[in-house]
């Protein structure tokens, strides 16, 4: 039996949630003062007005609530679903008063891709969008992929911090505290932006010939999306404008990066963790690890679908073509970024195995505590381990010990409970590709068109094959906006959400 919330579990999660609209509208602040230095003054006056909209609501649900009670799970699962649904919601305010969008919803579906680092978008002459309003679209990038909630609990959050970290889809617990997590990940953050913005800066600048400002004005666009594996892009041809294999190799870098485990980033930059056993060093070559080694074996696998699909479609005439454009969109797919070298009515023509490929490739995603999304490698690799034991304690003799451990930075054990698990969470994700797939062929969409488009949105991938424009239907449009809310939270925190206003209205 759900029992009803009372009046203080409003609070409670009130409070929290004015702290996050407190941090984005001190986020807003960046595309306002890039409007002033630009003179923008129609994006301008559309900042401010989300700016106030956000710091009223974030100032009075901070007085209203209360942080008396500690924040639970269920609290914390709340905030963070409601933030992922809310914040492009008063976010889109820019989008929508610019001209460039067809509808509200339009807008809102592109604040949504924004902030759950999807980078599918409906917005219209990007060529032509104002610079202010192009950053604050990739700033959404940042912000999703870090984490809002990464942001309150580095500067001002307290007590039961760690169910909020939780809602989002994170649970490496790489430092002591959630606090010193948070922060860590927000060192790497700016580690990689200072090297990301200035390698694509100093490529734009000394090989493609752009001036400093507008090299440093695509160098930081394009880390946001690179490096939080969002996929938007200045311009509307993507990292294909840039016709250059220096860029799209450094481009390459930042997208492993986002796609990698911020555990992972604490190993390679020589860390120990000291959670779990004292301060034991745990700096293990990274091969040993289950997720590493999936993600490469699916990495490889995949290309060589793609690679080996393009020569039987004779797509490119010459190696270097075929392997330049089909290694850099299986990256992309499976980092889950959505950067394209090749338009998507080039795109649309990949079929048989290149089709194949880019599917699996988008669905499986990164690994787990990353940006990107999708299934995680982690996943992955644990239901194939599990099922290699299941198979062993099959065929071995009866009252053979099966070993049931796996390595994962040390060794441990593979459960029934998290077997159980891994594979409900995989399933769930598949059933979600194939629900958005179906809708699309209600609406006349060819399959492989529709399940590409599914995947991408469930995905947080972004990638497209022409689907999703502002002439698709209303009720596909609202689909994309549910797959991408629900990939992005991976499905925890959106049920408790449900369940929360289930309790609201049957709760006893």
Sequence with gaps: MLIRPAGSDF??????????????????????????????????????????????????????????????????????????????????????????????????????????????????????????????????????????????????????????????????????????????????????????????????????????????????????????????????????????????????????????????????????????????????????????????????????????GLVVMNAYGEITGLSRQGFFQVLSAHTGTGFATVPPTEMVRWSGLAFAGMAIAMGLGGMASSTAGGIKAMRVGLTATSMRQEIQSVLLPHGAIVDRSYHQFRTKELTPALARTVLMMSLLYVTLYIVGAVIGLAYGIPLQAALFESVSAGANVGLSVGVTDSSMPVLLEITYIIQMWLGRLEFVAAFAFIGFLYSIVRGK
């Design 11 to 308: 609070r409670i999660i009130g409070f929290y949630l004015g702290r996050v609209f407190l941090v984005v509208a001190a986020s807003g602040l960046l595309p306002l003062a890039w409007s002033v230095a630009g003179r923008e003054w129609g994006p301008f006056s559309s900042f401010l007005l989300m700016i106030g909209v956000f710091g009223a609501l974030g100032a009075t649900m901070t007085v209203v609530g209360s942080d008396d009670q500690r924040l639970d799970w269920g609290h914390g699962m709340v905030v963070v679903a409601v933030t992922w649904l809310v914040v492009p919601l008063i976010g889109a305010i820019p989008f929508m008063l610019s001209g460039h969008f067809a509808s509200p919803l339009d807008a809102y579906f592109d604040a949504m891709s924004g902030l759950s680092t999807t980078g599918l978008a409906l917005v219209q002459d990007l060529d032509h969008l104002a610079p202010s309003l192009n950053f604050w679209r990739h700033l959404l990038h940042f912000l999703g992929g870090q984490g809002i909630i990464i942001a309150v609990l580095v500067l001002i959050a307290g007590g039961g911090a760690m169910t909020l970290y939780y809602g989002e889809g994170r649970d490496d617990h790489i430092l002591p505290s959630v606090q010193s997590t948070a922060r860590y990940i927000w060192t790497v953050a700016v580690a990689h932006l200072v090297f990301g913005v200035l390698a694509l800066g100093i490529v734009a600048y000394f090989v493609l010939g752009f001036g400093w400002t507008r090299s440093l004005f695509h160098g930081l666009m394009i880390f946001f999306a690179g490096f939080d594996t969002g996929g938007f892009a200045p311009q509307s041809t993507s990292i294909g404008y840039y016709h250059s294999a220096v860029f799209e190799f450094i481009v390459s870098i930042l997208m492993v990066a986002g796609a990698m485990s911020f555990a992972v980033h604490y190993t390679l930059w020589g860390r120990s963790r000291p959670a779990g056993r004292g301060g034991e060093r745990r700096r293990l070559l990274l091969l040993k690890n289950l997720e590493a080694r999936t993600i490469i074996g699916t990495f490889l696998l995949t290309l060589t679908l793609v690679l080996f």
